[in-house]
């Protein structure tokens, strides 16, 4: 049998599943909630729910189909769960204003000497802007 | 708030895309204001999902493609797993 076919099968059959799945979740939580009843609003629920569930349905297929047993596969994809959940914005919000230049200066020796040697040449410019 | 120098992983979490999608599209835009517990604030709810949790209601076509794009990559790599690894061979 033709793995790709078998493959691509796998990843298709999930497709109308978990819309029936998503679709019976989101009507009873969305009304449960008491969110706007708006249409758009109900809409844009279902579709950001349908489609975290099914592309967690393939984080899990790939993990098992990444790893040579079940066991490894559970102990891989855990540890990027508590990832996830660490990461996801909800228990350590992001910051509101973020530039890659920011995050640099950590990295960036001379950069922080010129900073500092700033400071020491004009006491009064204000540092927490840079930091 | 998430240090600077981890936000990157901030950016490449689905579940972030999952949270950021929920709350913009349900609170991006409600201008009824709500009091925040400690501080006496009374901002509209969208500014305040905007301040504290720096979500736009803008991004929100943004966050769509991307949450189709994280299903479309897990099964991509799944698809190629399943060809090239061969664990799964009987």
């Known amino acids: 049998m033709c793995l790709l076919f078998f493959a691509r099968l796998q990843v298709l059959i999930e497709v109308p599943y978990v819309l029936i799945q998503a679709s019976a979740y989101a009507l009873i939580t969305y009304s449960m909630i008491g969110f706007e009843w708006t249409a758009a609003k109900f809409f844009w629920f279902l579709f950001v729910l349908y489609f975290s569930l099914i592309s967690f349905t393939f984080y899990g297929m790939m993990m098992v189909a990444l790893t040579p047993n079940s066991q490894l596969a559970q102990i891989v994809a855990s540890f990027f769960y508590a990832l996830f959940n660490l990461f996801s914005g909800f228990l350590i919000p992001k910051p509101v204003s973020f530039s890659l230049w920011q995050s640099s200066i950590p990295f960036a020796p001379n950069c922080c000497h010129a900073l500092k040697s700033k400071a020491l040449v004009f006491p009064s410019v204000d540092l927490e802007l840079f930091f | ?90």
């Open chain 2, 1 to 90: 708030m998430i240090p600077p120098w981890w936000i990157w992983y901030y950016w490449i979490c689905p579940v972030a895309w999952t949270l950021y999608g929920l709350i913009v599209s349900q609170f991006g835009d409600i201008t009824t204001t709500v009091l925040v517990v400690g501080t006496g604030e009374n901002p509209a709810v969208k500014d305040y999902v905007n301040t504290f949790f720096g979500y736009k209601h803008s991004f929100l076509g943004v966050v769509a493609g991307v949450l189709v794009g994280w299903a479309v990559f897990f099964a991509i790599i799944f698809v190629f797993a399943i060809k090239f690894l061969n664990f799964q061979r009987r």
